[in-house]
């Protein structure tokens, strides 16, 4: 039944009513509600000029205050922050620095085309940004933004620019944010740089919780001031209230958009809130240690917080109900990780350092000083890391012990060594170098991340716990065909491989390394070569040849690269031309064609297997045939062979890396390359040839470095040579530490009166050199300066 006249226009005018009423009388409620919605925080922000008293006697926020009397409050901080303001604009103030129409954003009408945001006349003054209802002498002021050094203001926004046509300038504030948009770029850019200004004059609010950190600081050596301090200011002892506000100073609205990870961040403060929630949950947690990762998480994903957190676990271990109780001993357990994890300022250092040595003055003997002391050693070591502690870290850091760490060693057992959070891959490789006694080897060992598809060196400085923290990281994801790493113990750069003992643990490292090589294809030689010394790997295992030997698979014995290089090529289809072939392959694809190309594809990839498995069955049998004649020879000989043949090619010993060589000067010669980068040259390989196309003696490198992160540049002489790599720092690195050892030796050689200049000194060697460190020749790589 259709409506009347009459009610329609009633509804009509009802809904209009409703829009004016949303439209011109936001403004008016909402100068009323601003403060009103301004809730009572846990503190009040001074200046940092302001001199506050000893006791700030503040307590924990509460919501059982009404309306009135937090306007009372709020407009009681208003007129003590800025100058009192008449009923409306004064042209000729000089207080006002910008003045003119903005539009101002009402309750998400931006994203409402058909209801146009509000103009409003705005004031920006030194002390404030006012908007009135008019320009008019007399007009009513609808509400006032009290700018201070927290405050904070976003540049106009290109893509909000081209969905709404307006370019905005937000204003974020304590309790409001101010969304002002104009349709001109200028003016926008305008009311942006002179907002900032105004917050960047402003000086540096203090909480009370850093005037009462400063008053700590300066009465420490006077125990009943501090005893005062302490009780008359609960915002420094336990409380198992809620936080309503974080204890330092953070911008207001400061998004964190950067932050990596899959974890979404709201405003600092607002987070900084959310983790005192997280740390009292910790007194009532059966298992805390995921509780506690993900708190250690955020404070790496918002480094801002990391202060906030200490400060937050000094409070929450001051004076609590039950000392030394579960709950208790959680907080310091969290502390203890964030020792090993973080650094904080230094104000929170010096007063963090004060709390523990009063928790133990105060308990002696008690495992709240147990922990303290732990703390107190762990902030000496800790310069930062990479990834949070992992679960089995935090597990041993709650009982204060060490971690046990297994390097595998190849043709040696596994070693278990002993590490703390601060242990570098530097100091466990030089102590496996001792206890192995490789101690006066030539050559140069280093810790590598291992796995079946991929490998790479552990850098110097880097912390071991940070390399656990990634294995267990990587472990937990669904890697089925990558297997978990593991660390491993091998040469890293190769200076003397001649004079090696062959009855020594360095030999079988030499030998198991020449065997990598080989598996992974970079040793250029017939097959029938490699073949023998798939042989000779066999009799190094299994010695004589017998039918009841453990026989490895072929992919352990023999280059896989070398049997798919046999299969036939697949055959190559060019692209379709035009669009419309492109369209009509897209449709037979889709349908039967589609079915049959696919069946036609099974059965190829089945007959690829099928020849597959025939190359490596007739490979096998012909190692067989070479192994039978090995008959008597015993595993040192064996080892002893394979690497002699393996050295016959001119590039052993050094490190392989491929790339792709961007300004080659062989000519039009083959885009992807072999770098290899020795002790004595760095060269350039085609893969698979045993000649090298180019080498270069150090002598001939001018510099070296990255241009990019997947761009080397090498310098040689007057030429600039760029490889295209994804292991930039890996070659730049290991240049650094040739060239280090190479100064380390002229070092530790007698110096002669010279008859001539030396052929290496310090002011010709390549840029991106690293200083040469000790003499030491089994030192693990130096850190990756380079250029």
């Known amino acids: 039944?259709?409506?009347?006249?009459?009610?329609?226009?009633?509804?009509?005018?009802?809904?209009?009513?409703?829009?004016?009423?949303?439209?011109?009388?936001?403004?008016?409620?909402?100068?009323?509600?601003?403060?009103?919605?301004?809730?009572?925080?846990?503190?009040?922000?001074?200046?940092?000029?302001?001199?506050?008293?000893?006791?700030?006697?503040?307590?924990?926020?509460?919501?059982?205050?009404?309306?009135?009397?937090?306007?009372?409050?709020?407009?009681?901080?208003?007129?003590?922050?800025?100058?009192?303001?008449?009923?409306?604009?004064?042209?000729?103030?000089?207080?006002?620095?910008?003045?003119?129409?903005?539009?101002?954003?009402?309750?998400?009408?931006?994203?409402?085309?058909?209801?146009?945001?509000?103009?409003?006349?705005?004031?920006?003054?030194?002390?404030?940004?006012?908007?009135?209802?008019?320009?008019?002498?007399?007009?009513?002021?609808?509400?006032?933004?009290?700018?201070?050094?927290?405050?904070?203001?976003?540049?106009?926004?290109?893509?909000?620019?081209?969905?709404?046509?307006?370019?905005?300038?937000?204003?974020?504030?304590?309790?409001?944010?101010?969304?002002?948009?104009?349709?001109?770029?200028?003016?926008?850019?305008?009311?942006?740089?002179?907002?900032?200004?105004?917050?960047?004059?402003?000086?540096?609010?203090?909480?009370?919780?850093?005037?009462?950190?400063?008053?700590?600081?300066?009465?420490?050596?006077?125990?009943?001031?501090?005893?005062?301090?302490?009780?008359?200011?609960?915002?420094?002892?336990?409380?198992?209230?809620?936080?309503?506000?974080?204890?330092?100073?953070?911008?207001?609205?400061s998004l964190d958009q950067s932050a990596p990870g899959p974890r979404s961040y709201t405003t600092l403060r607002d987070e900084a809130v959310k983790l005192f929630n997280s740390l009292q949950q910790l007194e009532s947690e059966r298992d805390p240690v995921p509780l506690m990762q993900g708190v250690l998480q955020t404070c790496l994903d918002l480094p801002p917080l990391v202060d906030e957190i200490y400060c937050q676990l000094v409070k929450q271990t001051t004076e609590p109900p039950a000392p030394g109780g579960q709950g208790d001993l959680h907080y310091w357990q969290l502390l203890t990780c964030m020792s090993c994890t973080f650094l904080p300022s230094p104000p929170v250092l010096r007063f963090l350092r004060f709390h523990l040595d009063r928790t133990e003055n105060r308990f002696p003997a008690s495992e709240m000083a147990k922990y303290a002391c732990f703390i107190r050693e762990a902030l000496g070591k800790t310069k930062g890391r990479e990834c949070v502690p992992s679960l089995e870290e935090i597990l041993v850091l709650m009982q204060r012990q060490e971690m046990i760490c297994t390097v595998h060693c190849p043709g040696a057992p596994a070693c278990s060594v002993a590490i703390s959070s601060h242990t570098t891959a530097q100091e466990v490789a030089q102590e496996l170098v001792s206890r192995l006694g490789l101690s006066q080897s030539p050559n140069l060992f280093a810790l590598y991340e291992q796995s079946r598809r991929r490998e790479q060196p552990v850098g110097s400085a880097t912390l071991l716990a940070d390399v656990l923290t990634r294995f267990e990281n990587l472990a937990g994801e669904d890697r089925e065909q990558d297997p978990p790493c593991r660390l491993c113990f091998k040469h890293y750069g190769f200076l003397d491989t001649d004079n090696v003992p062959r009855d020594s643990l360095e030999f079988a490292l030499l030998f198991e390394q020449a065997h990598e090589m080989v598996l992974r294809g970079y040793v250029p030689t017939s097959e029938e070569t490699l073949q023998t010394l798939a042989a000779l790997r066999l009799q190094s295992l299994n010695s004589d040849f017998s039918t009841h030997a453990p026989f490895p698979r072929l992919e352990e014995l023999f280059p896989p690269r070398v049997l798919h290089a046999r299969l036939p090529p697949l055959p190559h289809r060019p692209p379709a031309k035009c669009r419309g072939a492109r369209l009509r392959a897209g449709l037979l694809a889709g349908g039967l064609w589609g079915q049959a190309l696919a069946k036609q594809r099974a059965e190829r990839d089945q007959r690829l297997r099928g020849r597959l498995r025939e190359e490596g069955a007739s490979t096998m049998a012909a190692i067989v045939e070479k192994w039978k004649l090995l008959q008597g020879m015993g595993r040192p000989e064996a080892m002893a062979a394979y690497v002699a043949l393996v050295r016959e090619w001119p590039g052993f010993g050094s490190t392989l890396f491929d790339v792709d060589l961007q300004a080659s000067p062989v000519g039009p010669g083959p885009q992807r390359l072999w770098l290899g980068i020795g002790a004595k040259a760095v060269s350039l390989y085609k893969p698979g040839e045993p000649e090298p196309l180019d080498s270069f003696c150090y002598g001939r490198i001018s510099s070296f470095g990255a241009s990019d992160s997947s761009t080397f540049r090498l310098s040689v002489e007057d030429r600039d040579l760029l490889f295209e790599t994804s292991q930039v720092d890996e070659i730049a690195q290991l240049l650094n530490t040739y060239l280090a050892s190479a100064g380390a030796q002229r070092l530790s050689q007698p110096q002669e009166p010279p008859t001539s200049p030396p052929t290496l000194e310090p002011s010709v060697l390549p840029q991106g050199l690293c200083p040469a460190p000790e003499p030491w020749q089994h030192r693990p790589p130096v850190g990756s300066s380079h250029s």
């Open 1 to 253: 039944m259709p409506f009347p006249g009459g009610l329609w226009w009633l509804l009509c005018c009802r809904r209009g009513f409703t829009l004016l009423r949303r439209d011109y009388g936001e403004a008016e409620r909402e100068a009323d509600g601003e403060a009103e919605e301004e809730e009572e925080a846990s503190f009040e922000l001074r200046a940092q000029g302001d001199q506050g008293s000893l006791e700030v006697s503040l307590s924990q926020p509460t919501r059982s205050s009404s309306g009135s009397e937090r306007s009372l409050l709020v407009a009681e901080e208003m007129r003590s922050l800025i100058v009192e303001k008449g009923p409306g604009p004064v042209e000729d103030d000089p207080d006002v620095l910008v003045k003119g129409w903005l539009q101002r954003e009402m309750r998400g009408c931006m994203k409402t085309p058909w209801i146009r945001p509000r103009k409003y006349w705005f004031v920006l003054t030194p002390d404030s940004l006012d908007y009135y209802s008019s320009n008019e002498k007399g007009a009513r002021r609808l509400g006032s933004l009290v700018l201070t050094s927290l405050c904070c203001v976003l540049w106009p926004d290109k893509q909000l620019y081209k969905e709404t046509g307006y370019w905005s300038v937000t204003v974020f504030g304590r309790k409001h944010c101010y969304r002002l948009y104009t349709e001109h770029l200028n003016e926008a850019v305008r009311w942006v740089c002179a907002v900032q200004k105004v917050i960047d004059s402003k000086a540096p609010v203090q909480t009370p919780t850093q005037l009462l950190m400063r008053d700590v600081e300066e009465h420490r050596d006077s125990p009943e001031v501090l005893e005062q301090i302490y009780r008359c200011n609960p915002i420094l002892r336990y409380t198992s209230g809620p936080l309503y506000a974080p204890l330092l100073p953070f911008p207001y609205g």
